[in-house]
């Protein structure tokens, strides 16, 4: 549990660096993507951490680019 306390202590201080920086130039998109990130990067680092079952992102890149590499190459 102490790890999980430091991942996101680690998490909450980038988070805490990083966004006024981005608050003061008016970056609100930019904002919005590092948040959204921050917070899967450090939901799936949680979870890995606690060893839950997680997709494995191979089997994602294939399911998405499969069948434009088959239609590329010509195979069916």
């Known amino acids: 549990m102490g790890r999980a306390i430091g991942w996101i202590i680690v998490f909450v ?3 805490l660096f990083e966004m006024p920086r981005m608050w003061r130039k008016h970056e609100i998109y930019d904002m919005w993507v590092f948040g959204v990130l921050l917070f ?4 799936y680092g949680l979870l890995y ?3 839950a079952p997680l997709p494995d992102p191979q089997g994602l890149i ?9 239609r590329i190459m ?3």
């Not at 899967?40 to 939901?43: F, H, L």
């Not at 294939?62 to 088959?70: A, C, E, R, V, W």
């Open 13 to 15: 201080v980038v988070g």
């Open 40 to 43: 899967a990067t450090t939901v």
């Open 74 to 76: 010509g195979h069916r």
């Open 62 to 70: 294939k399911l998405i680019f499969g069948p434009i590499g088959s």
């Open 49 to 51: 951490m606690f060893e």
